[in-house]
Every structure is written in C-alpha cells, then in structure tokens.
Nanobody, 125 residues
Framework: QVQLVESGGGLVQAGGSLRLSCAAS????????MGWFRQAPGKEREFVAA????????DYADSVKVRFTISRDNAQNTVYLEMNSLKPEDTAVYSC??????????????????WGQGTQVTVAS
C-alpha cells in the first residue's frame, strides 16, 4: 500500500512558476515509476509527465515539454514537478500517481495503482 500526498499548488500569474511535490508513504517508493496527471473542469484526465524508478528516464506531454521538469528523490520518497512559464491553459487539478508494471504504458492512467488526492493549480491571465 502506498499513500501519496501532493502539495505546492496555488494561484499564479501567467508566466510564473510553481513547484509541486508528492510525498509517498512506505518503503517501496523506488519500486514504482511515478507520473503526474491533470484534469481541468469538463475535460478528461491527461498525462503530464512521468519518471522511471531510478529517475534515469523521463517523459513529457508535448504541451508541457521544455516548460515542466519532473524529478524524484528516492531517499525522501518524493517526486516533484517544476512548472515554469505557466499558461492559463495549465489550470487544472494536478495528481501524482504510482505505477509498477509497464513503463511502456506510462501515459495511461489505468497503468497506475495509487493516486494522490490532487492539488489545484490556477494560472491567471
């Protein structure tokens, strides 16, 4: 069992930055690859970024590539999402998730076993 708790969301002006954190419970954090997803009102949940078990591989949605950076600290059981040059269209609830099986399916929400409760990010124009 893994519990995930996000923090760091808030209100920011367009062009600003935020850093999201996702703290995981348990001693098996390094056995999970981690993902960030977001969901805006009236829209489906969408993939944002993912990072492999050791952090050696990362993947980003085209819409956030270059602007967002995912990283992890296995000693601290934490995954981060650094978000720069934020745009109003980045407004959404951001959730972290833990998956174990197939890195090749990292962009699919169904591949993840555990989810956090989400943190709201609002970007004002």
């Amino acid at each position: 069992q893994v519990q995930l708790v996000e923090s760091g969301g808030g209100l920011v002006q367009a062009g600003g930055s935020l850093r999201l954190s996702c703290a995981a419970s348990g001693r098996t954090f390094s056995t999970y690859f981690m993902g960030w997803f977001r969901q805006a009102p009236g829209k489906e949940r969408e993939f944002v970024a993912a990072i492999s078990w050791s952090g050696g591989s990362t993947d980003y949605a085209d819409s956030v590539k270059v602007r967002f950076t995912i990283s992890r600290d296995n000693a601290q059981n934490t995954v981060y999402l650094e978000m720069n040059s934020l745009k109003p269209e980045d407004t959404a609830v951001y959730s972290c998730a833990a998956g174990r099986s197939f890195w090749s399916k990292r962009r699919s929400p169904g591949e993840y076993e555990y989810w956090g409760q989400g943190t709201q990010v609002t970007v004002a124009s």
